[in-house]
């Protein structure tokens, strides 16, 4: 089946710095991957679309020069928590898109990693 | 405004036993239904689907209905096992091609025990 990873699974960091986590469709080229974040007891929330060779599509509400992405290749995104703060500790998981064989695609999603900062 | 909602935060059902999860969604444009597993420090995992033109779908021990014109989908899963003790998420997308926007409802933490 396809995999998704994710890298680092879990970084804990001091507050200001920065963390970059790592998108990667394994088996499969992705277009288009997204990335959410859950907080405790709450849904998944979609923050950014990230399409391979083009700028991000942020959802609103979300900063964009503090959450940046890269979508660099076919195979791999990137999120950098720019100048992390305590608020920002969440689960962070990411997804992405794959041709269903019976027409249309299929978000297949990372194992998440989980940011805490201090 | 949540529009994909799991009222049910917590299910706690007995091996062998049918799991009955539900969910709700107010938007009727929505085209195409999804449910997610989750365990604890993973990401979700897509465990079946169904279209709006459907009403039921099923794969295994696991089959989703949907009744459109009361806007809910449950998913039965039958019999339970210890393993399917996770957080289920119900997805909703606008378009069944093109699932990059899914509406997450906020999920149900089921717990099968012996």
């Known amino acids: 089946g396809a995999v998704v990873s994710q890298h680092p699974s879990w970084v804990i960091c001091k507050s200001g710095t920065s963390v970059k986590i790592e998108c990667r469709s394994l088996?499969?080229?992705?277009?288009?991957m997204f990335w959410y974040r859950q907080f405790p007891k709450q849904s998944l929330m979609l923050m950014a679309t990230?399409?391979?060779?083009?700028?991000?599509?942020?959802e609103q509400g979300v900063e964009k020069d503090k959450f940046l992405i890269n979508h660099a290749s076919l195979t791999l995104s990137t999120l950098t928590v720019t100048s992390a703060h305590p608020e920002d500790s969440s689960f962070y998981i990411c997804?992405?898109?794959?041709?269903?064989?019976?027409?249309?695609?299929?978000?297949?999603f990372g194992p998440g990693t989980r940011l805490l900062v201090l | 405004d949540q529009q994909v909602k799991q009222n049910s935060p917590s299910l706690s059902v007995q091996e062998g036993r049918i799991s009955i999860l539900n969910c709700d969604y107010t938007?009727?444009?929505?085209?195409?239904f999804l449910w997610y597993k989750k365990y604890p420090a993973e990401g979700p995992t897509f465990l079946i689907s169904?279209?709006?033109?459907?009403d039921k779908n099923e794969d295994g021990r696991f089959t989703v209905f949907l009744n459109k014109s009361a806007k809910h989908l449950s998913l039965h899963i039958v019999p339970s096992q210890p393993g399917d003790s996770a957080v289920y998420f119900c997805?909703?997308?606008?378009?069944?091609?093109?699932?990059?926007?899914?509406?997450f409802g906020t999920g149900t933490r089921l717990q099968v025990f012996p």
């Open positions: 990230s399409n391979e060779g083009s700028k991000a599509t942020y």
């Open positions: 997805a909703a997308s606008l378009d069944l091609y093109n699932t990059d926007k899914l509406i």
């Open positions: 088996d499969f080229q992705a277009t288009t």
């Open positions: 997804s992405a898109m794959r041709l269903r064989l019976a027409g249309g695609e299929t978000q297949y």
């Open positions: 938007n009727s444009m929505f085209d195409y």
């Open positions: 169904i279209s709006s033109i459907k």
